[in-house]
């Protein structure tokens, strides 16, 4: 290769970069601007969606569950145990009356699932009967090991500090976001708290129409 050749090839190198750069950054400001009001609304959507790892948790009715087959509905992730004195009880409320006011065709495309960041504490049994305060549509799920919920959480950037289960009456720190997992079963993006419940019903519905 010439002189000549190697700088009309790293000019057309540049210039592919360039216009690979603009477009990248037109194509970021358009979804930026597609996604204003869901932003808005508390609800962060992915750039690229994130595969769940192959976790296997226990559900309320005591039935096996691969977080890598939450499919065919929109999930919505909360973590958090049955024996949290604050912000569990609220948040669960609070999801139960944003669910109460999306059209019966919005709630069939959306599930609230509990994954249990206390499974010394969470059996199927007491899931179960937690969330029959709140709604007993709502999916509980618990893991069989700290190790198991420390896969997932991680995969979905969802922290919480395993507590110290020696301790009486022992609390688990743990986040109030929510991990968004589309109907094919990656995770599509976060809903930050603290939760407007007016902005999310109005986002919902055209949020779980998207593929």
């Not at 932003?39 to 039935?63: C, E, F, W, Y």
């Not at 301790?167 to 991990?179: F, M």
């Amino acid at each position: 290769m010439t002189k000549t050749q190697k700088t009309v090839y790293i000019l057309v190198a540049l210039v592919a970069l360039v216009m690979g750069l603009t477009f990248n950054k037109m194509m970021s400001g358009k979804s930026q601007g597609d996604n204003t009001s869901l932003i808005d609304a508390g609800i962060i959507l992915l750039p690229q969606s994130r595969h769940l790892p192959d976790v296997k948790m226990t559900n309320q009715d005591g039935q096996p569950v691969l977080m890598n087959e939450l499919k065919d509905k929109w999930s919505m992730l909360f973590f958090g145990y049955t024996f949290c004195p604050d912000i569990c009880p609220t948040t669960l409320a609070q999801l139960r009356q944003i669910k109460s006011e999306l059209p019966k065709a919005v709630q069939d495309k959306l599930q609230i699932v509990l994954v249990s960041v206390d499974p010394n504490r969470d059996t199927p049994q007491q899931l179960k009967q937690y969330l029959g305060y709140f709604d007993p549509q709502f999916v509980g799920l618990t893991p069989a090991s700290i190790e198991d919920l420390q896969t997932l959480a991680n995969a979905v950037s969802i922290p919480f500090i395993p507590a110290d289960t020696s301790k009486p009456n022992y609390t688990v720190d743990h986040s109030g976001n929510l991990a968004l997992i589309g109907p094919d079963g990656t995770q599509r993006g976060f809903i930050r708290a603290p939760f407007n419940t007016a902005k999310m019903v109005a986002q919902l519905p055209g949020l779980v129409e998207r593929k």
